[in-house]
């Protein structure tokens, strides 16, 4: 077997980039393990290869908008961090890279892919957790605490953030730590079996992680089980077709308690005008066209009683024939320097439509539900009792 190093390093430190050409230079390495994958690896040396990341019609027909806008916020956070400190994000796995094709080394990818990793961690986690790590991201905008970067790299430092974040979110945290560590130990094992010096350039914070599945490598999962998409209960169609059954049962309550049409009318308008303008506005604020923002006032009240379709997809549909994004937005967004001009990239815009237009149209079905009865003056005890016993006298009619 080969003789491994590891270099624990921050990924916004001058500190840890000049570790790791020291490395290169003192380990004499006869390959570098890098902690990317090949998307991260071609974004990082500004390649726009083939298949180096998704075309703008498979991120706009996977739907995942709200996971990828996260993606991009955290990318976003991380860049922002490292123009503080004058350092460049990944400056150090891009030192790795260069120097080692400077001295002719082979350069090994070791970490899982980033689409796998991001899609098990967001399915990992909770509602609440997932609205409490978009506050987090956006109050990061305003303001940032300022941290001496070389301390990011420290064991000490690593190991609070850590127990912070398995704290916030056990499932987040398994996903995008733990799993990794599991992943990159298997690949650096693989490694050492092949090539007599490995130098390993991974964040400090996989680097205990790692070491213990190297230590103990039967506790490494199949690569087979790590590699897949983790797909939990999709709680949000099992809440739209709650909220499905409650809107049936509340009108059909209306239409046989005896209230008259007037009521069962008001009842469906507040629903198409509630749900238009909760949508319509949160549209306007991610700077929506305005013929997107009346396309998500127009299908919000349909799109939230069918909970296989949502109203930001026909808003992101709309929207990106009018901005029309392209392929190099993508480069485009991960090297925007302020939030303002991520904001003015179409495809940026299109992502950012889509999740704020869904999220103003389920907000609109909560606004409805506590509204309604007290709009029409109705008392829900007796529109339930009233109304749904007429309708089982109604249908017991057609029973034999």
């Known amino acids: 077997m080969g003789e491994l190093r590891i270099i624990g390093t921050a990924h916004v430190s001058k500190k840890s980039v000049d570790e790791v050409e020291a490395a290169l230079e003192e380990f004499k390495p006869t390959i570098v393990a890098v902690e990317l994958d090949p998307a991260r690896y071609h974004a990082l040396k500004q390649q726009e290869q083939q298949g180096s990341a998704p075309s703008v019609s498979e991120i706009l027909s996977d739907g995942n908008f709200n996971q990828l806008l996260v993606q991009w916020l955290l990318a976003y956070v991380q860049k922002q961090i490292g123009m503080d400190f004058g350092v460049e994000p990944g400056a150090e796995m891009k030192a790795a890279m260069e120097g080692a094709e400077r001295h002719g080394i082979p350069v090994a990818l070791i970490d899982r892919d980033i689409r ?33 970067p070389d301390q990011l790299a420290s064991e000490d430092m690593v190991t609070l953030a850590l127990e912070e974040f398995r704290n916030f979110s056990p499932g987040g945290a398994r996903a995008l730590i733990e799993e990794r560590d599991a992943y990159i130990a298997k690949g650096l094992i693989d490694l050492k079996g092949r090539y007599d010096r490995v130098l390993a350039v991974v964040g400090a914070g996989h680097v205990p992680g790692i070491r213990r599945y190297l230590d103990d490598p039967d506790r490494i999962p199949p690569l087979t089980t790590l590699s897949e998409v983790k797909r939990g209960l999709p709680w949000a169609r099992i809440l739209a077709a709650l909220f499905l059954l409650l809107f049936v049962i509340l009108i059909a309550g209306i239409a046989f308690s005896g209230l008259g049409t007037g009521a069962l009318f008001q009842a469906i308008l507040y629903w198409v005008v509630i749900h238009g303008f909760f949508a319509g506005i949160f549209a306007f604020a991610a700077g929506a066209h305005p013929l997107s923002i009346l396309t998500a006032c127009a299908v919000s009240w349909m799109t939230a009683l069918n909970p296989l379709v949502a109203a930001g997809w026909f808003a992101a549909i709309a929207e990106a024939k009018l901005r029309r994004p392209k392929t190099e937005d993508l480069k485009r967004i991960m090297e925007a320097e302020d939030f303002s001009t991520m904001k003015c990239i179409p495809l940026f815009r299109v992502v950012l439509v889509a999740a704020l237009t869904n999220v103003g149209s389920t907000l609109a079905t909560f606004v409805y539900y506590f509204t309604i009865l007290p709009l029409l003056g109705i008392d829900p005890a007796a529109i339930l009792i009233q109304g749904l016993g007429n309708l089982w006298v109604w249908l017991s009619t057609f029973l034999p």
């Open 116 to 148: 796998i990793t991001l899609g098990r961690f967001w399915s990992s986690m909770s509602i609440l957790e997932k609205l409490k790590l978009v506050y987090a991201l956006l109050a990061a905008f305003s303001e940032r605490e300022q941290i001496d």
